[in-house]
């Protein structure tokens, strides 16, 4: 099995919707564009990347959203060095179609009482949900690295509550843990890193707001 040494996971840059949440009520999340500042910190980010893979070969999963493929788009990657496929399972987490400010807002302070991972927005998702659609996300992509030439580096540019569930899924974090850590900034990396032993570790970690509390000796 060709295992890569470095899985990239990446947040989008700023959105239209980080800066103006009434502009939900006009277009469907999917659609919503970089800022001007979000382009800006992809085009940082990019640079990074760039010079981190230097010439070698990279196998890229996007989500579907806008936002997603114009930060892919800053960062400049050369073509004839990616692979790029488009990946439904990484999108956002869906918060229904059409979203009434005030209805969202309420829903978010329901969501902040009763737990990130398990509250389901009406007509979208719960945090759990995202999470079973990762995991089927990384069966796939533990089928890839059995081809023998499969590159060293594996890119995803996605959302932050997928990249926090990723990480979960991929070290068997608990939901105290995931309720502990916040969501990256806008355009910022997480990198599995391959050791020696076999083993991957993130390059850092996710912030914390709060202590774990988890309810059994699995926490």
């Known amino acids: 099995m060709a295992r890569p040494r470095r899985i990239v996971l990446v947040r989008h840059g700023e959105s239209e919707g980080n800066v103006d949440d009434t502009v939900y009520e006009r277009e469907p999340d999917h659609a919503l564009r970089l800022t001007e500042t979000g382009w800006r910190q992809a085009e940082e980010t990019g640079e990074r990347l760039r010079e981190l893979f230097g010439d070698e070969a990279v196998s890229v999963y ?47 302070a329901y969501r902040d009482a009763y737990g990130h991972f398990f509250y389901r927005f009406a007509q979208g998702e719960s945090g759990a949900d995202v999470y079973d659609r990762v995991g089927a996300f990384l069966e796939s992509l533990y089928r890839s690295f059995e081809a023998p030439d499969h590159p060293d580096n594996v890119l995803i540019v996605t959302h932050g509550l997928t990249m926090r569930l990723f990480c979960m899924r991929w070290f068997h974090w608990t939901v105290a843990d995931f309720e502990s850590l916040s969501n990256p900034g806008n355009a910022e990396t ?6 020696a032993d076999g083993r991957y570790r993130l390059d850092r970690p996710f912030e914390r707001w709060r202590t774990p509390e988890p309810y059994g000796p699995t926490g």
Do not use: C, I
């Not at 990616?82 to 869906?94: F, G, T």
């Not at 997480?190 to 050791?195: F, G, Q, S, T």
């Open 62 to 108: 996007v989500s579907p959203y806008r936002r997603t493929h114009e930060t892919l788009r800053a960062f400049r990657l050369p073509p004839e060095q990616v692979r790029v496929r488009e990946e439904p399972r990484l999108r956002e987490q869906d918060w229904g179609n059409w979203q009434e400010r005030e209805d969202v807002r309420l829903q978010k």
């Open 190 to 195: 997480r990198m599995l890193l391959l050791h």
